[in-house]
Each structure stands twice: as structure tokens, then as C-alpha cells.
């Protein structure tokens, strides 16, 4: 009787190829939004065949990509829930955590309206602006953050000022570990500079100790 061909080496084989594809992309489409399959497949080290069996198409890549982003927001947001923070500290923790979130998928930002449609993206984002929300009324309450702007409002405001910080790092003009982004969001958000840089240090120190 012939024994099965062993099949779990193809399967990994399989999976790495596509991760590899997949980070190649990340890195190549911030450089040249415009970059062929064919051309990803030479720069992720596979034949065309190989890239085109995972994504038969340029739209199959990028939902692959947004889908990835989307989890990656999903577990940056569940990690930023701190009840006992407050309004303040829980923006910055906020902001610090997805901040690595939307630095690696920033590349996203030049193609997602053209390429994935505005439902897609409002679909990807919906948790963290959900959880922004929640804290811009509680923080407005407490009176933390100015109420001059509806919550809504304040926090669309501060959605365009990441992403318009997001592509400045795309160009080269701001390198960022989330720090300097944290207490640019909180002063937008009302809080005293002073304060917002003593908050954003306690939580970044708080953060380290508790990673580790």
C-alpha cells in the first residue's frame, strides 16, 4: 500500500510564502503604491505563479493586508482597555498602542479610499473609533477634555490629525515611537502640554513595567 505523501511541510512551505508576500507588500506598496504583482512577486523572493495562487488579483492582496490591519487594530484596542486610567491616560494609552498598529500599515493609507472603498475602511476602523468615543465623553464629563467641539466632532478631528501624522512619517518628515504623537493628541484634545507630556511618560513607564 503507498503511504500518504506527507503533507504538513508543503502546508508550511505554503504559509511562509504568503507571509512573506504579504510583508514584502507592506514595505513595497509605502514605497511605490503603484508596484505590479509581478514586480512584488520578484521583490518577495517567489515566481508569479506562486504569488497568484494566494492572490489571484491586486484586490485579493490589499483585502489580505486590510484584513490583517483590522486584527491587528482589533487586539491594539482590547490591549489599550484600562478602566481604573483616568480620561487622559486611557487617550494615551489608546494612541500608544495602535500607534505600532498604523505605523506598520500606513502604506494603507494612499490606496485604502481608491482601492478597498470607504465601507471597508469604516468597517476597519469602527473599534478603535468606538473606543475613542467612550473616551472623549468621559473625558469631557470629568472635564478633562474642552467641550467647545461635540465628541464626535473632536474625534474625527483627531482621526485626520494621526493620519495626516502617519503620512508624514510615510514621506520621511517625522519619526515616531507614539510618544510625541501621544501628548500631540492630548494637547489637541485640551489637555495643558505640561500635563499631557507627565501623563504620556507615566503611561509609557506603567506600560514598560507591566510588559515586563
Not at 79 to 104: C, K, N
Not at 116 to 124: P, Q, S
Not at 200 to 211: G, I, L
Request: glycine fraction near 8%; hydrophobic fraction near 45%.
Amino acid at each position: 500500500m503507498t503511504k500518504p505523501v506527507a503533507r504538513e511541510p508543503q502546508r508550511r512551505n505554503s504559509r511562509s510564502n504568503r507571509a512573506r508576500i504579504l510583508a514584502t507588500a507592506r514595505r513595497e506598496l509605502g514605497r511605490n503604491p503603484d508596484i505590479t504583482l509581478e514586480e512584488l512577486a520578484r521583490a518577495s523572493g517567489v515566481v508569479r505563479r506562486t504569488l497568484f495562487g494566494h492572490f489571484p488579483g491586486r484586490a485579493a492582496l490589499l483585502e489580505a493586508l486590510a484584513e490583517e490591519a483590522a486584527e491587528a487594530l482589533r487586539g491594539a484596542v482590547a490591549e489599550a482597555a484600562e478602566p481604573s486610567e483616568t480620561a487622559d491616560q486611557a487617550l494615551a494609552h489608546f494612541v500608544l498602542s495602535i500607534w505600532p498598529v498604523g505605523d506598520r500599515y500606513r502604506m494603507l493609507l494612499a490606496l485604502a479610499r481608491h482601492d478597498l472603498g470607504a465601507e471597508r475602511v469604516t468597517e476597519i476602523l469602527a473599534p478603535a473609533r468606538e473606543k475613542v468615543a467612550a473616551i472623549l465623553d468621559r473625558g469631557q464629563r470629568d472635564g478633562v477634555f474642552h467641550d467647545h467641539l461635540p465628541s464626535g466632532v473632536l474625534s474625527a478631528g483627531l482621526e485626520a490629525m494621526t493620519i495626516a501624522l502617519l503620512e508624514e512619517v510615510n514621506t520621511g518628515a517625522l519619526e515616531d515611537d507614539g510618544t510625541r504623537v501621544a501628548v500631540a493628541t492630548l494637547i489637541a484634545a485640551g489637555v495643558p502640554e505640561k500635563r499631557a507630556r507627565v501623563v504620556v511618560d507615566t503611561v509609557v513607564t506603567t506600560t514598560a513595567a507591566a510588559d515586563g
